[in-house]
């Protein structure tokens, strides 16, 4: 429990102390804001500050911090430093400045934003590949909820039927206002995760089990899984995440100062690490060693069954329906956001405005159609579901990368000495992890793990080398 507590506590720490430094960085002012500028009653809507906190907690909350952390527990106090410094110098840095930029100018969505300072043809992949990662996420995280709630309910309301009620609500949180629904119902999800969270912190500490700490070694099980690079993309949305920085745009078109983008933005993602902490330490308790492997590899537990057995064993029939109602929170209101997100996001690209609900309509019809498509295939094939899942996390940290660099550069040209490095240092280290997992995963080229450092490291170089090459050009361009 040691290292645990260590790790909770720097958590915490590290919001006061690393969060501010980045917020000087930025600098935020009194300027006005889109949610002022642009209000147009639809997406652009001025909310109260603690809203939009869990608003935007709740959107990036997926099963990342829950399922990812669970199936990351294998890697024992690895997964826990991860999450920390994963989270401090990397997802929180990340989020903040994804959504601060995005106030900067009039509420742009992440791909407008891309081309800004990386160029129109680098803003054209990242539009396709934003979009196409919005759709893999409306379909993967409509089925761990519904599983969760076919095994609550009687045996008509299966699994299919939850799919067909969670996809219409999608449907109307995506076409809707966002004060209607979203702005509505989050803050009673938000009740239920934090519930959730807390009442494992507790129940972990009243049972104080003998967790593996950093002095007996990392704990890594199978060769087939080394922490590098598979323990950077299982534990993704508790630790960085691209999917944030599509989310952060929506909260960014909400608020009324730059000055509360630290609480709203790096302290969700301080909270969302909380919680990835709190299930990698309390699935590692209640399964033990084996039992983790045995999760993560199928043979005994999913995900969701790992996080119900959990909290009714933990918290009793009620306190473990809350809990579990708020772990279903969690994934269905960051399915809805991305699709709200793709939807923005085409909007933005094609210069639609989405004032009509016609030209709403005109961008989510073939949204949904397609995301319907990849859920059909994702349950007509036993094999479709992972697969999906596993692109989606490349995918997902993939767009890290692409934000990461657009930071950098905005950094490098508007602010003077070395701040950029806090974004830069991050960008190298995800750009070597994601080009590893593609190249020795099995979706992937599937070449021997032994070349992950070789290839990883050299794709990093090159990347740092053109960087350096294009450096003073950014900065004279910028002082013109």
């Not at 997964?79 to 903040?96: E, K, M, P, Q, R």
């Not at 219409?168 to 509505?184: C, E, F, S």
């Not at 995760?193 to 199978?222: C, Q, R, S, T």
Request: one cysteine or more.
């Amino acid at each position: 429990m040691i290292t645990f507590t260590l790790c909770l506590l720097l958590l915490v720490a590290g919001y006061f102390v690393y969060g501010r430094f980045v917020e000087r960085v930025f600098g935020p002012d009194d300027r006005p804001t889109p949610a002022i500028t642009k209000a147009d009653g639809v997406d652009y809507i001025a909310l109260p500050t603690w809203k939009i906190f869990m608003i935007q907690f709740l959107n990036i909350a997926g099963l990342g911090p829950i399922f990812g952390a669970i199936m990351g527990a294998q890697f024992g106090t690895a997964s826990y430093l991860w999450i920390v410094l994963g989270t401090l110098f990397a997802g929180a840095v990340h989020d903040f400045l994804a959504g601060a930029l995005s106030l900067r100018h009039d509420g742009e969505s992440l791909p407008q934003l891309v081309g800004r300072y990386l160029g129109g043809t680098t803003q054209k992949v990242v539009c396709i590949f934003t979009v196409v990662l919005m759709v893999l996420v409306g379909a993967v995280f409509v089925s761990g909820p519904a599983e969760l709630l076919a095994g609550m309910t009687p045996d008509a309301m299966n699994a299919y039927v939850w799919i067909v009620i969670i996809f219409l609500y999608y449907i109307l949180a995506t076409m809707l206002p966002v004060d209607k629904i979203i702005g509505r119902i989050y803050p009673l999800f938000a009740i239920a995760l934090i519930f959730m969270a807390v009442g494992i912190l507790v129940m972990l500490y009243v049972k104080h089990p003998d967790l593996p700490e950093m002095w007996n070694g990392f704990g890594v099980k199978y060769e087939k899984n080394p922490i590098f690079p598979m323990m950077f993309i299982s534990i993704a949305c508790g630790a960085i995440s691209g999917f944030h920085a599509t989310q952060s745009p929506l909260m960014a078109r909400c608020m009324t100062t730059e000055r509360h983008a630290r609480p709203i933005f790096y302290g969700a993602m301080v909270t969302e690490g909380i919680v990835a902490l709190i299930w990698a330490a309390a699935a590692t308790c209640f399964f033990g060693e084996h039992g983790i492997v045995d999760a993560i590899s199928g043979k005994s537990y999913s995900g969701a069954m790992v996080a119900t057995a959990i909290s009714r064993d933990w918290l009793g029939s009620v306190g473990g329906l809350l809990a579990i109602l708020g772990i279903v929170a969690a994934p269905i209101t960051s399915g809805d956001t991305a699709l709200r997100s793709a939807r923005l996001i085409l909007a933005d690209f094609f210069h639609i405005a989405q004032r009509s609900i016609g030209k709403r309509l005109l961008l989510c019809v073939p949204l949904f159609l397609v995301t319907i498509g990849l859920l059909v295939y994702s349950f007509s094939d036993a094999q479709g579901f992972k697969i999906i899942w596993r692109y989606f996390a490349w995918a997902n940290q993939t767009l890290a990368v692409f934000t990461l660099w657009t930071i950098t550069v905005y950094l490098l040209g508007h602010r003077k000495g070395y701040y950029y490095l806090i974004t830069l240092l991050p960008a190298l280290f995800m750009t070597a992890v994601c080009t590893s997992y593609i190249c020795v995963a099995p979706e992937g080229f599937g070449l021997p793990v032994a070349w992950t450092p070789f290839i990883g490291g050299g794709v990093a170089l090159i990347a740092l080398l053109i960087f350096l090459w294009r450096k003073s050009a950014v900065r004279k361009a910028n002082a013109c």
